[in-house]
């Protein structure tokens, strides 16, 4: 029993629940239809799936504009069947919630305090301002030697081609409440320039601090999720 407990596998998986990860907009969640929570929570409760068969511990933090939940990382029956009552939590509440990422994730790094396996499910949707506190916050979660995959949740069709039909659309920021009318077309090479140009830039400082960066498209299930586990896994044997 003490060889098992100092050898196997201490796995966290941080979910962020802010508004805009409850985009698209779905009138009912299923395996085929999902928000960016949605598939967040199925693709964690996979990894715990894993993770029990694997006789490793797994604890969970979800947080919006508060720190919503948070359990450390145990093994037991009971542990997983709670916290998999939290995951499906979100498939069935909505958050109008907007969140400052990083503090949490320092919040959080302050808690887990033995090496662990840290997996991050968040759309990365913030003000540029704070894209270099959430580096530092991520950086923080690095400390005593933890390995961190970061998932960077979105939808390819809308979020990164914004891929509309060229009438009138009305663009609500689903955190801010914001509005903007526009032709997407009119927008869609300029936009669709940013965009990639943000993805590289997150590539790349995840790459300076030795983060896993997984970019995940919601509509093309969950190998990428469940190949970044297998990858972060072997590195730590």
Do not use: W
Not at 76 to 96: C, V, Y
Not at 144 to 171: A, G, I, W
Not at 191 to 217: A, H, R, S
């Amino acid at each position: 029993k003490k060889y098992e407990e100092e050898t196997n596998l201490r796995c966290h998986i941080i979910i962020d629940n802010s508004a805009s990860m409850h985009y698209p907009v779905v009138k009912k969640q299923t395996i085929n239809s999902l928000n960016k929570v949605g598939f967040s929570a199925i693709a964690a409760a996979a990894l715990m799936e894993i993770l029990k068969r694997q006789r490793d511990a797994v604890g969970l933090s979800i947080y919006s504009d508060v720190y919503e939940y948070y359990a450390p990382e145990k093994g037991s029956d009971r542990h997983r069947k709670m916290l998999l009552h939290q995951l499906e939590q979100l498939l069935t509440t909505t958050s109008k919630n907007a969140t400052e990422t990083y503090k949490f994730l320092h919040e959080i790094a302050e808690k887990i305090h033995r090496r662990s396996l840290i997996f991050v499910f968040t759309d990365m949707f913030q003000p540029n301002k704070q894209n270099d506190s959430l580096f530092e916050a991520l950086k923080h979660l690095k400390y005593n030697k933890h390995e961190v995959v970061l998932f960077h949740t979105y939808d390819q069709k809308t979020e990164f081609d914004f891929n509309f039909d060229n009438s009138p659309k009305k663009f609500i920021d689903i955190e801010t409440g914001q509005e903007i009318n526009v032709f997407a077309e009119n927008v869609q090479e300029k936009y669709q320039e940013l965009v990639n140009e943000y993805f590289k830039n997150l590539k790349n400082k995840c790459l300076q601090y030795k983060i896993d960066y997984v970019p995940v498209d919601i509509n093309k299930g969950f190998n990428d999720v469940l190949t970044a586990y297998l990858i972060s896994r072997k590195k730590n044997i």
